[in-house]
């Protein structure tokens, strides 16, 4: 049997980039590849690279920026991001390259080019960043997570495949609702509703929270739990399950959540941003969601990502008006029949059931294996 060939999975500066990677490898049989990660030098990518038990490598990259200061150390890091990359290449071996976009994969794709590694390049987002419109003209294969948005210029040859899921962020079929509640300690019985913004938290959806934790009593006594994670880096954990304490609200807040395959299992309903592994998650886990798309990107790339699930009838779109009382009234008029009205939850429901999402993984995990050969 040959022994197996290192391929590279890029991508860092957050979970987001780093998780599709993990998706896509652990689709591979270690009898046929061995994965190594690259990712950036930040905290949180060398926390989730040690995590999944993989060999991983951290290399100097920042985001471009226009600033002179800023630029200046951007093409400084480039070239020393590349070199690192081009030294690695030399010394796993590697044969092929996977890149989920975002500033690591620059300089990464472009070491890879000029070693003659094929390169499929993964546009996570609706709408693609500048570092992906630039790294795709090095790419041997480009892929989308999801149809790009019709007001952006396409990558060159992309072909649309969904999005890269890890296995560990669905729920296996056989744990019950009741079962995944009881694991986070909550009333396995009662109607749960999720509060997630991706693995940072966000600050808006926090806020509004607090301030709907004041005007939810009456839900609680008809039988409404939370189930809130906060981020890591928030502040408003304590405040926040204080809140709900004070409403008489049944609440776990947390902080991060290591099992998110039992958070959507527990939900009825979803509160969401609208990042794409968030979008991902909640279609592969037929959880009715109400989203808020990040309020500061020009490109309103989150809305874009949505746009599938709520076309497909699964999710509603809400603006992130940032004032927690225009955005407490917002989502009051959306969350509350979905809270008392059974048979729309159900319908969006089943239309998730009905139309799962593309494995975005197997195929990149394909593409992987047809460059290995026989």
Known sequence: MPHPRTILFVG????GHIYPNLAVAERLPPEVATPHLVVSERPLDAQIAEDSGLAHTAIPAVPLSLRPRAGLRFLREYRRGRAAVTELIRKTNAVAMVATGGF????????????GLPVALVSLDAVPGRANRFTARRATAVFSAFETHGGVRTLPAMEVIGFPLRRAAVARPEVSPAEARTHFGSDPEKKTLLVFAGSQGARTINGVMLRLADLWAEHAKRGLQILHVVGPGQDASLSLQQR???GGIPAKVLPFC???DLAWRAADVAVTRCGAGTVAEAWANAVPSVMLPYPFHKDEHQKHNAAPLVALGGAVVVKDRIDPVENAAA????????FGDGPERDAMRRAML???????????????RDRLGP
């Open 258 to 260: 290591h099992r998110m």
């Open 244 to 246: 709900y304490d004070g």
């Open 354 to 368: 009905d139309h799962p999402p593309p494995d975005g993984a197997q195929r990149l995990a394909d593409w992987v």
């Open 104 to 115: 690591v994969s620059g300089p990464a794709v472009t070491a890879a080019k000029a070693a």
């Open 12 to 15: 860092g500066g957050s979970g």
């Open 331 to 338: 989502l009051r008029g959306v969350l509350e029949p979905l």
